[in-house]
């Protein structure tokens, strides 16, 4: 289980870079995705989600 923000970030950035070569490979027939980020903020918020994680705004 990771534990600190770092490793939780860390370890879906990975994951999220190996699902998101996969959507080019089979989803785009290996073209270059110029959305990229888009794709990347929207797997990662959903496996965040997934996981139990929210943002909160910040305490003023």
Known sequence: ???TTREVILDLL????AAHGAY???ELGG?????WPEW???HM???LAARGYRLV???A
Do not use: G
């Open 31 to 35: 073209v270059y995705d110029e959305q």
């Open 40 to 42: 990347y903020a929207t």
């Open 14 to 17: 990975i994951r999220t870079a």
């Open 1 to 3: 289980m990771h534990t």
């Open 24 to 26: 080019e490979a089979e």
């Open 45 to 47: 918020a959903d496996a």
């Open 57 to 59: 705004p910040p305490v």
